[in-house]
């Protein structure tokens, strides 16, 4: 599995409990192999991971959902953000920024834009950045992102990236939130627990990515645990959840044991 086609597998995840995601879109990029990836993952890892991803989209859609009643966040900034459909899940009035590798951004905009002219999605401008997180991008993505945003309350997305990065990268990332963010502005952010490497269902994940033309070792995939979060520098961190609490909040029945679980771990955090 290379990390770009990663984003595919967690639409297909997403689309296969539409009632639990609370994610209509998801679906449209389905096709054959994408569909057929997905089922081999979930084969091969854990069956609990449809539903895992589905929680995470309705937890974070929910929460942003609530902070715009609110009238907290005008503008969703969304790192590495994939395939995932929350600019049209969510109110229209909301500026939409999806950073992700060039490859990635190019992709999902020719085919949103091909969506919007065949009316099979809403109207809604999306600005696209490709940027990879491991390059020099801070002050060029900068100044792209405040011209977009113009420091309106933000809320920065982070899920299902920081497991494919380097300690140091993920440091630079959450020091560069912090140069665009505003007090009172949020971070959503998704890691797993060093713990969770010991589980049969993460030596699986393994296994599966380097079957799948992945190269990766457990001591290369990032896990944070719940002290680097409240040690943030200028954040506290207002909510936290995971598989276990959202299921129970949204009715999710759990089949399997702990050890063939991926449990990931969901932090808001708010800027003092
Ligand atoms: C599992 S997908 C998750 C996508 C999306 N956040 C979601 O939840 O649907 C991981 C995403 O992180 C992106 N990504 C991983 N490493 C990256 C890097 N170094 N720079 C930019 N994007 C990266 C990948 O391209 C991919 O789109």
């Given at each position: 599995?290379?990390?770009?086609?990663?984003?595919?597998?967690?639409?297909?995840?997403?689309?296969?409990?539409?009632?639990?995601?609370?994610?209509?879109?998801?679906?449209?990029?389905?096709?054959?192999?994408?569909?057929?990836?997905?089922?081999?993952?979930?084969?091969?890892?854990?069956?609990?991971?449809?539903?895992?991803?589905?929680?995470?989209?309705r937890?974070?859609?929910?929460?942003?959902?609530?902070?715009?009643?609110?009238?907290?966040?005008?503008?969703?900034?969304?790192?590495?953000?994939?395939?995932?459909?929350?600019?049209?899940?969510?109110?229209?009035?909301?500026?939409?920024?999806?950073?992700?590798?060039?490859?990635?951004?190019?992709?999902?905009?020719?085919?949103?834009?091909?969506?919007?002219?065949?009316?099979?999605?809403?109207?809604?401008?999306?600005?696209?950045?490709?940027?990879?997180?491991?390059?020099?991008?801070?002050?060029?993505?900068?100044?792209?992102?405040?011209?977009?945003?113009?420091?309106?309350?933000?809320?920065?997305?982070?899920?299902?990236?920081?497991?494919?990065?380097?300690?140091?990268?993920?440091?630079?990332?959450?020091?560069?939130?912090?140069?665009?963010?505003?007090?009172n502005?949020?971070?959503?952010?998704?890691?797993?627990?060093d713990?969770?490497?010991?589980?049969?269902?993460?030596?699986?994940?393994?296994?599966?990515?380097?079957?799948?033309?992945g190269?990766?070792?457990?001591?290369?995939?990032?896990?944070?645990?719940?002290?680097?979060?409240?040690?943030?520098?200028?954040?506290?961190?207002?909510?936290?959840?995971?598989?276990y609490?959202?299921?129970?909040?949204?009715?999710?029945?759990?089949?399997?044991?702990?050890?063939?679980?991926?449990?990931?771990?969901?932090?808001?955090?708010?800027?003092?």
């Amino acid at each position: 599995m290379k990390i770009e086609e990663s984003g595919f597998t967690t639409c297909m995840l997403r689309s296969y409990n539409e009632g639990l995601s609370k994610d209509i879109y998801a679906k449209l990029w389905k096709n054959e192999n994408r569909d057929n990836f997905a089922k081999a993952y979930l084969n091969a890892i854990s069956t609990e991971e449809a539903n895992a991803h589905c929680l995470r989209n309705r937890y974070f859609l929910e929460t942003i959902k609530e902070r715009i009643i609110k009238g907290e966040i005008e503008v969703l900034i969304n790192f590495g953000s994939g395939f995932s459909m929350y600019p049209f899940l969510i109110d229209k009035s909301i500026i939409h920024i999806e950073i992700d590798k060039p490859d990635v951004v190019n992709l999902k905009k020719s085919k949103v834009l091909q969506w919007q002219e065949e009316s099979i999605l809403p109207e809604k401008e999306i600005h696209f950045i490709g940027v990879d997180f491991s390059s020099d991008y801070e002050e060029e993505l900068y100044s792209k992102i405040l011209s977009i945003s113009a420091n309106k309350p933000s809320l920065i997305l982070i899920e299902g990236v920081l497991f494919f990065l380097k300690r140091e990268v993920c440091n630079k990332l959450f020091n560069f939130f912090r140069s665009i963010q505003n007090t009172n502005d949020f971070i959503g952010s998704v890691s797993f627990k060093d713990k969770t490497k010991e589980t049969t269902a993460f030596k699986r994940l393994l296994n599966f990515i380097n079957r799948n033309e992945g190269n990766m070792k457990a001591s290369d995939c990032l896990s944070l645990e719940d002290h680097f979060y409240e040690n943030l520098d200028a954040y506290k961190l207002i909510d936290k959840q995971d598989y276990y609490s959202l299921s129970k909040k949204y009715n999710n029945t759990i089949r399997l044991g702990k050890d063939l679980t991926l449990n990931e771990v969901f932090y808001l955090l708010q800027k003092e």
